[in-house]
């Protein structure tokens, strides 16, 4: 079915503001999958926060044109499924891995994190940033014999102070 322009206008403006918020994207091959393998895919991305769309490659150079993601531009040829990590650097690129171990047909063609163009080698890199939590998780992990030394002192604060005002008391 033939899109009007208004309708190419509309799908560009809404692929452009996910982009704006989308930490990183992956575009994969899709030739060969049947409905039923698509609908899995876009119901284990739902789940995992990932915004999946399947567009023309025209209008998707047009939507990320001027975002951080203009550099994938010489990538997008072919039959494509894009994916933006909107919760998570990794999220799209692992849900891209884990589907393609059990479905050969997705075939991952380019990832970028809004720092250039990553090829497909670099999937299993992309897919291993860690969630947010993740990533906090272990900043605190790095901070954890100083935190619990903050931690017993803010403790002990009510036990000292107790102990100066009966010092003071005594003095008077």
Same mark, same amino acid.
């Given at each position: 079915?033939?899109?009007?322009?208004?309708?190419?206008?509309?799908?560009?403006?809404?692929?452009?503001?996910?982009?704006?918020?989308?930490?990183?994207?992956?575009?994969?091959?899709?030739?060969?999958?049947?409905?039923?393998?698509?609908?899995?895919?876009?119901?284990?991305?739902?789940?995992?926060?990932?915004?999946?769309? #399947?567009?023309?490659?025209?209008?998707?150079?047009? *939507? +990320? &044109?001027?975002?951080?993601?203009?550099?994938?531009? /010489?990538?997008?040829?072919?039959?494509?499924?894009?994916?933006?990590?909107?919760?998570?650097?990794?999220?799209?690129?692992?849900?891209?891995?884990?589907?393609?171990?059990?479905?050969?047909?997705?075939?991952?063609?380019?990832?970028?994190?809004?720092?250039?163009?990553?090829?497909?080698?670099?999937?299993?890199? #992309?897919?291993?940033?860690?969630?947010?939590?993740? *990533? +906090? &998780?272990?900043?605190?992990?790095?901070?954890?014999? /100083?935190?619990?030394?903050?931690?017993?002192?803010?403790?002990?604060?009510?036990?000292?102070?107790?102990?100066?005002?009966?010092?003071?008391?005594?003095?008077?």
């Amino acid at each position: 079915m033939a899109l009007g322009l208004a309708a190419k206008k509309e799908i560009v403006a809404e692929v452009n503001e996910v982009a704006s918020r989308a930490l990183s994207v992956a575009v994969a091959e899709y030739r060969g999958m049947e409905v039923g393998e698509l609908t899995e895919l876009r119901v284990q991305a739902r789940e995992q926060g990932v915004y999946l769309k #399947v567009i023309r490659n025209t209008l998707a150079k047009r *939507a +990320l &044109a001027d975002s951080k993601f203009a550099d994938i531009d /010489p990538a997008l040829t072919g039959q494509l499924i894009y994916g933006f990590s909107i919760d998570a650097p990794g999220g799209a690129a692992r849900l891209f891995k884990d589907y393609a171990k059990k479905n050969p047909k997705l075939n991952v063609t380019a990832l970028s994190i809004g720092s250039g163009l990553l090829g497909p080698e670099k999937l299993d890199a #992309v897919a291993s940033l860690p969630t947010r939590d993740e *990533a +906090l &998780a272990q900043l605190l992990a790095t901070f954890k014999a /100083p935190v619990g030394k903050f931690v017993q002192t803010v403790n002990e604060i009510p036990t000292k102070f107790a102990r100066v005002l009966a010092a003071i008391k005594e003095t008077k």
